[in-house]
């Protein structure tokens, strides 16, 4: 692995095809659409009452925190040392909140003591403990108690790991009082959540975690979840989450309460697109260059049935890059690695035209696909480009 692109160094193109004619490229291409993520952080940033924090893990890469940064984003959720160092290390002036409820032992008081971030959560009194011996039991931190909120409306759900009952959490939420810190509470209703209505019912859940501890919260941090567009789904609109939250905040009655947000995927998945090429076509099988080693780790969850939009496009004789015509048919896409489970789970829809050495654009990539990829068997995904179209 080389040391990170950087979005200054990068070809710039008006159009994936322009990509594609001119690159003609044989590893899997990042294509940067920079319109997209001021678009998404925008919304954000406009529509959102409170902080909205980037959750870092969704895409870490240099170019995409470049790009939230100048769309205006400052505050991150950082879940490990290493996502603090990659943030603070390209904005110094970021605000990073460490968002794990389970922490290496350490890393709280570098995180602490090097670089400023008082934000943290925990969900259990081991950690609440570790956390408190590695800042010096400062007063100056916010500890965010995390829920558990399995409220299905989301397609992977976040609460079968982290996260506690109300009970719970209000003798968490009395420790950290009792501690001198201040109490806050965070959730996550789940990554590509569609149903606006779980935030609601996860404040509802936050609203009777206060009642029972008799603590009062100094913020609350309502997780990410929100969802990306994804081939076959139409979420609902963010303005739709946006005023969910505010009605519901509304009826919890505290006007002044700090109110935060982690997205990861509603931020980045639509930024970037992804050119594969066709290095084998065999009756209905198609070995591409990208596969679920590399920037398509995500297809592997059951739960996440939507598929990345694919396009096929060929060189004509001009050189041209062209959508392939014909009707669709279903084909099984492999990866380029030996394992036999390099294979994408559902089927790609590509016209029957489609031949070794055309490509395959996918659209909806900028979420959990960089983050994932590994170098595995040899391949490493990170060929990247700008389209400004
Ligand atoms: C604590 C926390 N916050 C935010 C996120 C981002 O979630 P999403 O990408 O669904 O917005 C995650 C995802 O794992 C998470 O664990």
Same mark, same amino acid.
């Given at each position: 692995?080389?040391? !990170?692109?950087?979005?200054?160094?990068?070809?710039?193109?008006?159009?994936?095809?322009?990509?594609?004619?001119?690159?003609? !490229?044989?590893?899997?291409?990042?294509?940067?659409?920079?319109? =997209?993520?001021?678009?998404?952080?925008?919304?954000?940033?406009?529509?959102?009452?409170?902080?909205?924090?980037?959750?870092?893990?969704?895409?870490?890469?240099?170019?995409?925190?470049?790009?939230?940064? @100048?769309?205006?984003?400052?505050? &991150?959720?950082?879940?490990?040392?290493?996502?603090? /160092?990659?943030? =603070?290390?390209?904005?110094?002036?970021?605000?990073?909140?460490?968002?794990?409820?389970?922490?290496?032992?350490?890393?709280?008081?570098?995180?602490?003591?090097?670089?400023?971030?008082?934000?943290?959560?925990?969900? @259990?009194?081991?950690?609440?403990?570790?956390?408190?011996?590695?800042?010096?039991?400062?007063?100056?931190?916010?500890?965010?108690?995390?829920?558990?909120?399995?409220?299905?409306?989301?397609?992977?759900?976040?609460?079968?790991?982290?996260?506690?009952?109300?009970?719970?959490?209000?003798?968490?939420?009395?420790?950290?009082?009792?501690?001198?810190?201040?109490?806050?509470?965070?959730?996550?209703?789940?990554?590509?959540?569609?149903? !606006?209505? @779980?935030?609601?019912?996860?404040? /509802?859940?936050?609203?009777?975690?206060?009642?029972?501890?008799?603590?009062?919260?100094?913020?609350?941090?309502?997780?990410?979840?929100?969802?990306?567009?994804?081939?076959?789904?139409?979420?609902?609109?963010?303005?739709?989450?946006?005023?969910?939250? =505010?009605?519901?905040?509304?009826?919890?009655?505290?006007?002044?309460?700090?109110?935060?947000?982690?997205?990861?995927?509603?931020?980045?998945?639509?930024?970037?697109?992804?050119?594969?090429?066709?290095?084998?076509?065999?009756?209905?099988?198609?070995?591409?260059?990208?596969?679920?080693?590399?920037?398509?780790?995500?297809?592997?969850?059951?739960?996440?049935?939507?598929?990345?939009?694919?396009?096929? &496009?060929?060189?004509?004789?001009?050189?041209?890059? =062209?959508?392939?015509?014909?009707?669709?048919?279903?084909?099984?896409?492999?990866?380029?690695?030996?394992?036999?489970?390099?294979?994408?789970?559902?089927?790609?829809?590509?016209?029957?035209?489609?031949?070794?050495?055309?490509?395959?654009?996918?659209?909806?990539?900028?979420?959990?696909?960089?983050?994932?990829?590994?170098?595995?068997?040899?391949?490493?995904?990170?060929?990247?480009?700008?389209?400004?179209?």
């Amino acid at each position: 692995m080389n040391a !990170p692109v950087r979005f200054d160094t990068l070809p710039r193109f008006a159009t994936a095809e322009k990509a594609i004619e001119s690159l003609k !490229p044989s590893e899997p291409l990042y294509l940067v659409r920079p319109k =997209k993520f001021v678009a998404a952080a925008r919304q954000f940033l406009d529509g959102f009452p409170g902080d909205v924090l980037y959750a870092v893990k969704a895409n870490p890469h240099p170019i995409v925190i470049e790009q939230l940064w @100048s769309a205006g984003i400052r505050h &991150f959720d950082t879940a490990s040392q290493g996502e603090i /160092e990659i943030i =603070k290390s390209l904005f110094p002036a970021a605000i990073c909140h460490f968002m794990a409820p389970v922490r290496l032992p350490g890393q709280a008081k570098i995180a602490f003591e090097k670089h400023g971030v008082t934000d943290f959560v925990v969900d @259990s009194d081991s950690e609440l403990d570790k956390l408190l011996a590695e800042t010096g039991n400062s007063k100056k931190l916010r500890i965010f108690v995390r829920l558990v909120a399995q409220l299905g409306g989301a397609l992977l759900e976040m609460s079968s790991k982290y996260g506690c009952k109300p009970e719970d959490a209000a003798k968490l939420l009395k420790r950290v009082k009792a501690a001198g810190a201040q109490p806050c509470l965070t959730f996550h209703v789940g990554s590509q959540c569609l149903s !606006p209505f @779980s935030y609601a019912q996860a404040i /509802e859940i936050a609203q009777r975690t206060i009642n029972l501890a008799g603590v009062e919260i100094a913020a609350l941090d309502m997780g990410g979840g929100f969802p990306a567009a994804y081939a076959g789904q139409e979420p609902p609109p963010f303005h739709w989450y946006f005023d969910m939250i =505010k009605e519901a905040l509304s009826n919890l009655g505290r006007p002044n309460l700090n109110v935060m947000c982690e997205p990861g995927r509603a931020l980045v998945a639509e930024g970037i697109s992804l050119v594969t090429q066709v290095v084998m076509r065999r009756g209905d099988r198609l070995y591409l260059n990208d596969g679920i080693y590399g920037s398509f780790d995500e297809q592997r969850f059951a739960s996440f049935d939507e598929n990345y939009p694919p396009t096929g &496009f060929a060189l004509d004789a001009k050189g041209n890059a =062209k959508p392939l015509s014909g009707d669709p048919r279903p084909f099984r896409a492999f990866g380029p690695t030996c394992d036999s489970a390099d294979v994408l789970p559902r089927p790609q829809m590509l016209p029957d035209t489609i031949a070794t050495g055309d490509f395959v654009l996918f659209g909806s990539m900028g979420a959990y696909t960089v983050s994932s990829r590994s170098p595995f068997n040899g391949y490493y995904p990170d060929s990247w480009a700008i389209i400004d179209n």
